[in-house]
């Protein structure tokens, strides 16, 4: 939580640093840039996650948050400014990637669009009240001060952490992804069927042996190349692929709205206090509530009643059908809040502030839906999967977003965002594609999907 705080949140700190740093056009960089790290830290991370496990690698990411943290409070130009969160944002996309995975890894199929969906609301709804306290921190204790405060609460998670926290990583065979099983007398197990654990020749695990900083797994080192060449296969998948696109564009955009909202609504005619900033940002804490229901239950319903429709067989295109409201959702926010920012005289500061929100909400939604999605279509590459959607969006969101000032500039708030809502929309129409062609595409690909 603190890790995704510390990397976007940023934005309602912007008209302060503009000040502090004389309007150096790289201020934005500030908001950019961490976007391209956190996708390079998970394309670091994961793997060594994969052959060590993920406890290691969660608890070393919490240090680095830390460090990072403490890095960006002493700094002392703007330059060292840029790099302490890059260096920070290298574990901050442990958020989005590894958090994700153990929560998949802890409760059965049937259950994880909600889990899931669960884990992002109540991440978003975190993020959002430590933003709203953002502008209250950096206006009363100064900017230095805001990465100080959640340094220690960074701290404060690590040692919860150290006590909670425990591995879940463990070698599983093909046939438990889907139920199968030799031993069940029908052939599968069901998730009201209780294993018996053999506790003869294997004692049962300790608080003690727990706090380890490592799991019971022997590390294989020798698996992260094989990762990576993993994660290249994956990303080229259709399916996958798409995803990648249509969550790097969305979140592309919401970067380029944080980066522009706050000077926007200080300016004439909206004249905000810079106090009430983070209460714009505090919107996300209503998307949390928005989001389970409809990307998390609304999901698991979906296909529930889908599959019941078709004699018991489950597609996994069945979760993209509640995508349809957040992709339409993000078209017409792009449009709105261009407007808005362009000709503030005739519009009200809602057309920033709610459009902004919307496009966060579609953002987050897109992300648990294609979560669950490529873990359906390919349960042994779960892990890959992850990866390849957080570090391809990230890069694409850079691409998207660096620069920021100097595309406003040229295109003007209009212009700019509604090519974002071009582009946003031209995406979404491959999802009817995905949606009907999807089981082909996933016939064609599951050769290579699969351990031997």
């Not at 390079?40 to 969660?58: C, E, F, K, Q, S």
């Not at 957040?326 to 920012?341: H, L, N, Q, T």
């Not at 579609?362 to 390849?388: E, K």
Request: neutral net charge; hydrophobic residues 50%.
């Amino acid at each position: 939580m603190t890790g995704n705080l510390l990397a976007s949140g940023i934005g309602v700190l912007v008209p302060q640093l503009n000040e502090v740093y004389n309007n150096d056009p790289h201020v934005d960089d500030l908001v950019t840039w961490p976007s391209f790290y956190m996708g390079l830290g998970n394309l670091i991370a994961m793997p060594i996650a994969d052959a060590i496990g993920r406890r290691p690698v969660y608890l070393a990411s919490n240090i680095i948050l830390i460090a990072g943290s403490i890095w960006c409070a002493c700094s002392g130009s703007l330059n060292s400014h840029i790099g302490g969160r890059d260096f920070m944002a290298l574990a901050a996309g442990q958020s989005e990637a590894l958090c994700v995975l153990i929560a998949e890894e802890t409760f059965f199929l049937h259950q994880r669009g909600n889990r899931i969906a669960w884990f992002c609301s109540l991440q978003t709804l975190g993020t959002a009240l430590f933003i709203i306290a953002s502008s209250y921190i950096s206006t009363d204790i100064g900017w230095r001060w805001w990465y100080g405060i959640f340094a220690i609460v960074t701290g404060l998670t690590l040692l919860l952490s150290i006590l909670f926290v425990v591995e879940t990583k463990y070698d599983r065979p093909l046939e438990s992804f889907f139920g199968d099983s030799d031993s069940a007398a029908d052939g599968k197990v069901a998730a009201s069927d209780r294993r018996h654990l053999d506790f003869v020749n294997f004692k049962a695990r300790s608080f003690w042996e727990d706090l380890k900083p490592w799991g019971a797994i022997q590390p294989r080192w020798k698996d992260i190349p094989k990762f990576w060449y993993h994660l290249g296969q994956l990303t080229l998948f259709p399916g996958v692929f798409w995803l990648v696109l249509c969550s790097g564009a969305l979140l592309g955009t919401y970067i380029l709205m944080s980066a522009v909202f706050a000077q926007v609504l200080v300016a004439p005619p909206y004249n905000f206090n810079p106090d009430y900033l983070g209460f714009v940002m505090g919107g996300q804490a209503v998307v949390a509530f928005v989001v389970q229901p409809i990307a998390g239950y609304g999901s698991d319903m979906v296909l529930t009643y889908l599959t019941k429709r078709n004699n018991g067989v489950s597609e996994p295109e069945y979760r993209l059908i509640p995508a349809i409201l957040p992709a339409a959702v993000a078209v017409v926010s792009c449009v709105i809040f261009g407007r808005s920012c362009q000709y503030p005289e005739d519009w009200a500061w809602a057309g920033v502030v709610v459009p902004m929100n919307a496009l966060f909400y579609s953002f987050v939604s897109v992300v648990v839906l294609g979560f669950v999605y490529t873990m359906d279509c390919y349960p042994q590459r779960g892990h890959v999967a992850m990866v390849a959607l957080c570090a391809g969006r990230g890069f694409i969101s850079f691409g998207i977003s660096f620069g920021t000032t100097a595309f406003v500039r040229t295109s003007g708030y209009k212009g700019a965002l509604d090519i974002c809502a071009i582009v946003l929309g031209v995406l979404a129409s491959f999802g009817f594609v995905t949606y009907f062609f999807g089981k082909s595409f996933r016939k064609f690909t599951q050769r290579w999907a699969v351990d031997e």
